[in-house]
DNA sequence: ATTATAGTTCCGCAATTCGGAACAACAATG
DNA sequence: CATTGTTGTTCCGAATTGCGGAACTATAAT
């Protein structure tokens, strides 16, 4: 793994423009990544040539239909999502609020499967969003049920940045809110993401009682109310419980 | 576009191994790509870097988590999906088969979403599959509706090979069933791409008339009887003017 | 006609990749 | 417990490949 193909890698530079761009004319890409014409000119030329990149008849790139085959075949690879869909849709429709389904993924988080609501203002949050674990309730929830020396070896060296409003950047804080959950069962976010929203988030186990994903959640932070709290906890708790059953998980 | 990092698209082969593959360790892929061990060790090691494929802890790889991002975005550019998604549900519940969005794709036709059913035996088709533009309902519908010149030119050096039991693989016959399709405004085949299945579709046009996709009914081939046929055309059909509607498109 | 802008090609230099071979780590076997 | 086999990793000299400034083409705007 020292070893690597630096020219394929520096090409990634070039994908990467698309996350936060629909469309892109090879001028704008060049603009964009500072990478010299030439290059550039070879980079996305490799990409079409894969499929990763469209080119469309007025000269401008966009991602390539390729991505949904490889995209489909990674969600259908994905047990968990299929063994959590319908806990998450019951789910869904008995809070009214956006279900979130969040992996582990070193030491990200990520939003694998969203459920969305129809009110007229709803959170959106995308499929391959990520988040350090330290914030957000899922990625939080997977934080403190994950073995104690990965959390330890994590927290140990870890700089606390804030992200929004309610992030928790003191790491005592932080550490109290772990040993909350842990207790618990459950964790819950302020505004940590995103301003004005809230997430309430329970853990999913395997067989061998190892977290696995966390189920959430989510919406707008006024609705998230006190007198609210107690239901929507048991309620994303027994989602998060029917998923870890079906997964082989045997409460202790 | 003469000028191609080959390291990059060389890279290519190794990963194509996973649309067929689920997990691979570093010798499998060695064995399956033909390429020599220390360049397949150096093109995981960059995929890897990118996040297009994951280490496991046993030391297999699989697709990275990064494609799910990739694709969910793909898909919600697509807006002829987001057009065509409710219209499909209604035709999916109405008629009880599979439905599926087909797109045009250079000379192939790519499959971007579909709708399944419950039955116990039922069509499975992967989002991301193409066929060529010849053979399958969906296939043809998009094929009669090009252009005459560009239909002229793909048909003027083309190979008909037989593909499953139904192929159409005489020229006249196709140009025949290509004239029926443009008179009657639907196509219908039988096990052309997959023996015992069927597929009934119907043309999609974007403002300008021009056919953007195609919309198609599909199952198994003994379901398709006589009897049902027309309500089926039918339904497809009006399916289909929905969507063309939605998009813009005015009935001349 | 002139200037500007985007896209493409050329080409010599140098950095990167190539791949055989050797090595390390580990499991299976006699 | 030595031996053989399997898999993953590193080394290194040869040479293919990528690099990028510059020049060129095409088309649009002034």
């Given at each position: ?136 309730a899922s990625?939080?929830i ?43 069962g459950y964790s ?12 309430l988030s329970a853990p999913i ?9 966390a189920i959430s959640i ?15 906890v048991?309620?994303v708790k027994a989602a998060a419980d ?11």
């Open positions: 793994m020292q070893n690597k193909n630096k020219t394929v890698v520096r090409s990634m530079d070039v994908l990467n423009l698309f996350l936060t761009h629909t469309k892109l004319s090879m001028n704008e890409m060049v603009k964009l990544s500072g990478i010299p014409k030439t290059s550039v000119h070879r980079m996305v030329g490799s990409w079409e040539e894969m499929g990763f990149l469209h080119r469309d008849a007025e000269g401008t790139y966009s991602l390539g239909l390729l991505f949904l085959q490889f995209g489909n075949l990674v969600a259908e690879r994905l047990d968990i999502r299929h063994a959590a869909l319908p806990a998450m849709e019951r789910l869904r429709d008995a809070v009214g609020e956006a279900v979130h389904l969040v992996l582990r993924d070193g030491e990200e988080a990520i939003y694998i499967e969203k459920l969305d609501t129809n009110h007229p203002v709803r959170l959106f949050t995308k499929i391959g969003k990520k988040a350090p674990l330290y914030a957000g990625s939080r997977i934080l403190a049920f994950i073995p104690e020396e990965e959390r330890e070896a994590y927290l140990a060296d870890l700089a606390l940045e804030p992200i929004s409003s309610g992030t928790i950047i003191d790491k005592a804080l932080l550490r109290e809110s772990l040993e909350r959950s842990r207790a618990t819950f976010s302020r505004s940590e993401l995103e301003s004005y929203t809230a997430e186990f395997d067989h061998a009682g190892r977290i696995l994903a989510a919406g707008l932070e006024v609705t998230f109310d006190e007198e609210r709290l107690p239901e929507l048991c309620r029917e998923i870890s059953t079906q997964l082989g998980y045997r409460r202790p």
